[in-house]
């Protein structure tokens, strides 16, 4: 089959690859399942190893955001079965540890995360190709009730996978509520998927920080009510000009950088959350103010998103139109041609790239 590997920098190929198979003896045994992935894409987070910023030791299939059809099932799934639509979180998780058991599936101790090895298992799987095995299915996947969804809500159920569950965490971590007001660092996938949870969640007011026209059309029809096209300082400024002269209740970072998270630290009022989501690169930890932290009471609360226990909150509003969050794709290619979509995102032609498999 085909599949999408990793090399090094700007070096991304399509390779022909060893079908998957259902495991038959170890740790999988039993739980794990085959599905044909029916559409991918590509995340800001691919970017960091297509750029030379994330180093790569040995070539490593790519690809953790992916939805598809159950073709195979081993003898120990249960929950699952053949034709099912199914949508992967970004990470495996095996349902049974401390950490799934308190709700950091995002941390399981027997899973890991598409492309790299996954423990007790050396398994290296990914999305971005024509086939998945999935260990730990049952608790891994989660299936889309009706079966195979109207073509046009695919795209939106896809970024059940990371980016809208991670935008929607950003938020909670933040504690967006009715009558908040948020700004959100970022103007990517995660960061219009931050407005539209901010929305959902009842903020009266929201700005997106954004220099990008096509990208501020889009945050308002999202829910944006307020465009700040600068950064640093006056970024700071204007934000805290805009409320009350102390800056919004929360500041959503989805961004990484040590710029971005300095930003969101200093423009949240006294009080305030940060909920940061961000993938930390070139140090963004030492935008990590300490003593204004500890003098005006700015808490900073986030991370990797728990994206397997938020699906069950946000598809219903996917399925019944409420929220929208495929609007982010704004480049469709083949998998043939998913080189070009990396080339896209980088030079920021493109927010969120779909391939179809």
């Known amino acids: 089959m085909k599949a999408t590997v990793i090399y090094g920098k700007h070096d991304v190929r399509v390779e022909s690859v060893p079908d998957p198979e259902l495991a038959t003896k170890g740790p999988a045994a039993g739980p794990d399942a085959i599905v044909r992935v029916v559409a991918a894409c590509v995340c800001g987070s691919d970017l960091w190893p297509f750029r030379g910023l994330e180093p790569i030791e040995k070539p490593r299939r790519q690809g953790h955001e992916w939805v598809g059809v159950v073709e195979q099932i081993g003898s ?12 992967a979180p970004m990470y495996v998780c095996d349902g049974t540890c401390a950490n799934c058991c308190n709700g950091m599936s995002v941390c399981c101790l027997g899973g890991g995360y598409w492309g790299s090895q996954i423990h007790q298992q050396g398994f290296a799987d990914a999305g971005q190709g024509e086939r998945v095995r999935v260990p730990f299915a049952d608790a891994t996947l989660v299936a889309v009730p009706g079966g195979m969804p109207d073509p046009e809500l695919i795209p939106h159920l896809l970024t059940l996978s990371d980016v809208m569950c991670t935008g929607h965490h950003a938020a909670r971590s933040a504690d967006v509520h009715a009558a908040s007001t948020v700004a ?14 901010s929305k959902r969640l009842g903020a009266s007011r929201i700005v997106s920080m954004s220099r990008h026209e096509s990208r501020q059309r889009l945050a308002k029809e999202f829910g944006a009510t307020d465009i700040i096209p600068d950064r640093g300082d006056e970024a700071v400024s204007k934000l805290k000009d805009m409320f009350d002269g102390i800056g919004p209740d929360a500041v959503l970072e989805c961004v990484g950088t040590e710029l971005s998270m300095q930003t969101a630290l200093r423009a949240v009022r ?88």
């Open 270 to 357: 006294p009080g305030g959350k940060v909920g940061y989501v961000g993938v930390p690169t070139g140090g963004s930890a030492k935008g990590l103010d300490m003593n204004l932290m500890f003098s005006e009471d700015k808490d900073v609360v986030g991370g990797l998103a728990t994206v397997r226990e938020y699906m069950g909150e946000l598809m219903p509003d996917i399925l019944s139109g409420k929220i929208a969050p495929g609007k982010v794709f704004d480049m469709e290619l083949p998998l043939d041609d998913i080189v070009q979509g990396y080339q896209a995102m980088d030079e920021r032609r493109a927010i969120k790239v779909l391939i179809r498999a």
């Open 76 to 87: 120990q799934v249960s929950t699952l079965s053949v034709g099912d639509f199914v949508i």
């Open 184 to 197: 959100v660092i970022g103007d990517g996938a995660v960061g219009q998927c931050a407005i539209i949870a």
